[in-house]
C-alpha cells in the first residue's frame, strides 16, 4: 500500500507557524536533502520542541545541527566509525563522509550533539529506550538495515513521541518498502507533500483510559467560514482516548458557509463531532449553549480560528489530575496569514519568562506547569470543570454582533475574576498548546481600534456589576487631536488605541444611564439562561 500524502500542516496543525533559523547554511546542504525538506525538517523540530532525539546516520553532521538550531533538544546521532562505511555500504543509494558529523564540529550547538559509533544493526540501544520525543531515521536504505532502524526508533521514541523518516522514494525502494509494511501492520503514516518524508506520531500510553476526565469541547462560530474546517480538523485528530471527549460545534447564527464546512468536517468523525444550532446571537450563547449540551465533567472552551497540537487535549486533562485544580490554560502562539506590521511586537507585555498580547489573545508563560492568575486563561483556550462553571454563574455576554454591542459584556474575564476571588486554583500547561490563525484584517491599526473600543464597553460593563450599576462616566470623550488621529508609530498607536477605549467606556455608560431595561441586563445575578433581552431584535433590525 501506498502511504497517503498530506500537507505537513495536516499532521502537525500550526506547523506552519514555526518558522525554520538554519544554521549557516551552505550549497552542500543540497547533497543531503532538498531545500523543501530540510524546511520540513527544521519546522517540525521548532513544532515539536524536542528534549532528547536520537538520529539514524549522521553523514556530515547539518541535519542534526539545524534540529539543535531549532530546537533545545539534547541529540544522539549515530554513524559508522570512520573508515569502515565504504565497505559496508551501497555507494549506488547510500554515502559515507570521512567525517561524520563535521557540520557541527566548532559550532555553539556541538555540546548538545552527541555522536555516537556503531553499526545501527547490532548497537546497544537500551539506555536510550522509551526516552526520546524525537526520532530520524536517514541511515542505511536497504530494505533490512530500513526495517531494524525502524523496530529500534519505536523502541527508542516515548509514547506521544514523533519518528521521522527520510528518502520515501523509487531511488530508495528499501525504505517504501519498509515503511509500506509498517502502515499495513496498523501504524499510521504520513508522507509530507513535495518531500520524501514520512511522519509516524506515536499513541500516548494511557494506562487506565477509565480514569481520564471526559472532555467537551465547545467550538462556537458565527460566520467562521474558511476558518472552521481546519480548526475542527485539528481538534479531531487529537491524541486523547475516542471515547474520553466529545466536541461540539456550535453554529452560532451564521449566514455563510459555516453549517457546511462544520458538517462536512463532523461526517467525517461522527463520533468525535456534533453540529448543534443556536442562533441566539453572542459568543456567551454559543458557550452556554454547549455547557447545556456537554456530557464531559470538564468544559474546554476554543474559537475557530485556532489550530490545536495533537496533545493539546492530553495536556489539558493532566491539569485536572488534581481534584483541588479548577481552572487550565495553555499556550497561545500566533500564526499570522500575513506578515504583521512592525508595531504589533511593540505590543507584547512581559514579566520574567512571562509573555503576553491581549491584542491578539497570545499567551506563553514558559516551560513549566504552575499555579496562575485565572486572568491569564484566554478565551481560546480556557478549561474549566463543568460544575464549577455552573457553580460560578458561567461566563457574561461576549463578541455580540456590532449592532448589539450595548447588550456586550465582559466574557470569560468575568468567570476568571470569579475564580480568583473565589480562591479555586487555576494552572498553566504549556504542553496545551495551540496556535491563533491571525488573518491579515486584524492588523491594522483600524481593527485594533474597534477592538479597544469593545474593550471599553467590556470594561465599563465590569465597572458597573462592581458598583452595584451605578453610572459614573465619563459620558463624553474629547476628540483626539488631528495630528494623532493617523500615527503609525507604535507610541502614537497607543495612544489612538486608548483613546478608541475611552470612547467604547463612555458610550456604554450613556447607553445604561439612559435605559432602565439594559441596566438590570447589566445586573443580572448570572447568564445561563443566555437568551437576550426582549426587545433586542429592535436594535439588530434597526442596522439591517
Known amino acids: 500500500m501506498a502511504l497517503p500524502t498530506v500537507p ?17 547554511l551552505t ?70 563522509p570521512d567525517e561524520p558529523g563535521r557540520k557541527f564540529h566548532g559550532t555553539p550547538y556541538e555540546s548538545r550533539i552527541h555522536q555516537l559509533y556503531g553499526n545501527s544493526l547490532t548497537f546497544d540501544y537500551s539506555t536510550h529506550h522509551g526516552l526520546c520525543d524525537m526520532v530520524f531515521v536517514d541511515a542505511n536504505h536497504h530494505y533490512e538495515h530500513v526495517c531494524s532502524d525502524t523496530d529500534n526508533a519505536l523502541k ?3 509514547p506521544g513521541g514523533l519518528v521521522l523518516w527520510h528518502d520515501y522514494a523509487d531511488y530508495a525502494p528499501g525504505v517504501m518498502q519498509a515503511l509500506d509494511e509498517l ?36 467550538l462556537p462560530s458565527r460566520n467562521g467560514g474558511s476558518r472552521v474546517g481546519p480548526a475542527l480538523a485539528s481538534l479531531a485528530r487529537q491524541d486523547y482516548p475516542a471515547g474520553r ?78 481534584p483541588d485544580v479548577h481552572c487550565v490554560g495553555g499556550r497561545s502562539a500566533p500564526q499570522y496569514a500575513a506578515e504583521p506590521p512592525d508595531w504589533v511586537d511593540a505590543f507584547w507585555s512581559s514579566e520574567g519568562e512571562n509573555r503576553w498580547m491581549v491584542y491578539l489573545s497570545l499567551v506563553d508563560l514558559g516551560e513549566e506547569p504552575k499555579a496562575i492568575d485565572p486572568l491569564f486563561v484566554f478565551g ?44 479555586l486554583e487555576t494552572v498553566y500547561r504549556p504542553g496545551a498548546r495551540l496556535w491563533h490563525v491571525i488573518d491579515k484584517e486584524r ?47 507604535a507610541e502614537g498607536i497607543r495612544r489612538r488605541l486608548a483613546h478608541a477605549h475611552e470612547r467604547g467606556f463612555a458610550w456604554h455608560q450613556r447607553e445604561v444611564r439612559d435605559d432602565p431595561a439594559l441596566r438590570a441586563w447589566v445586573l443580572k445575578e448570572d447568564y445561563l439562561d443566555y437568551r437576550l433581552p426582549e426587545g433586542w431584535r429592535a436594535y439588530a433590525d434597526a442596522s439591517a
Not at 476554543?302 to 489530575?321: K, N, Q, R, S
Request: charged share 25%.
Open 156 to 158: 527508542l521514541v516515548r
Open 27 to 96: 550549497d552542500d546542504y543540497r547533497e543531503m536533502m532538498v531545500p523543501a525538506e530540510l524546511d520540513t525538517l527544521c519546522r517540525i523540530a521548532a513544532y515539536w520542541r524536542p528534549e532528547r532525539l536520537f538520529e539514524f546516520g549522521t553523514y556530515l553532521g547539518g541535519s542534526a545541527l539545524q534540529v539543535a538550531a531549532n530546537s533545545e533538544a539534547e541529540i544522539y546521532t549515530l554513524d559508522l566509525p570512520p573508515g569502515e562505511g565504504q565497505e559496508v555500504l551501497d555507494k549506488d543509494i547510500d554515502v559515507y
Open 443 to 489: 492588523l491594522t491599526i483600524e481593527a485594533w481600534e474597534s477592538h479597544q473600543f469593545y474593550h471599553g464597553v467590556c470594561d465599563s460593563f465590569t465597572r458597573l456589576r462592581a458598583n452595584g450599576g451605578e453610572v459614573e462616566g465619563p459620558f463624553e470623550v474629547k476628540k483626539l487631536k488631528r495630528r494623532h488621529r493617523k500615527a503609525t508609530d
Open 8 to 24: 505537513l500542516a495536516q499532521v502537525l496543525p500550526g506547523s506552519a507557524a514555526c518558522e525554520p533559523r538554519y544554521f549557516e
Open 183 to 218: 502502515a499495513e501492520s496498523g501504524r499510521t503514516l504520513f508522507h509530507i507533500e513535495n518531500t520524501s518524508m514520512v511522519v509516524h506520531l506515536v499513541p500516548r500510553e494511557v494506562p487506565d483510559e477509565s480514569a481520564l476526565p471526559f472532555v467537551t469541547v465547545v
Open 245 to 322: 471527549f466529545e466536541i461540539l460545534a456550535i453554529d452560532n447564527g451564521s449566514t455563510d458557509g459555516t453549517k457546511a464546512a462544520m458538517e462536512a468536517v463532523a461526517a467525517a468523525h461522527p463520533s468525535r463531532i456534533r453540529y448543534i444550532d443556536e442562533p441566539e446571537p453572542g459568543l456567551m450563547s454559543g458557550r452556554h449553549r454547549g455547557v447545556a449540551e456537554a456530557r464531559g465533567d470538564v468544559v474546554t472552551f476554543t474559537d475557530d480560528d485556532i489550530l490545536a497540537h495533537p496533545h493539546w487535549l492530553a495536556e489539558i486533562a493532566e491539569g485536572f489530575a488534581d
Open 380 to 423: 481560546l483556550n480556557f478549561s474549566i470543570r463543568k460544575q464549577t462553571f455552573l457553580d460560578l454563574g458561567g461566563t457574561h455576554p461576549d463578541c455580540i454582533p456590532k449592532s448589539l454591542q450595548r447588550f456586550q459584556g465582559d466574557g470569560e474575564t468575568g468567570l476568571a475574576n470569579r475564580l480568583k476571588s473565589s480562591g
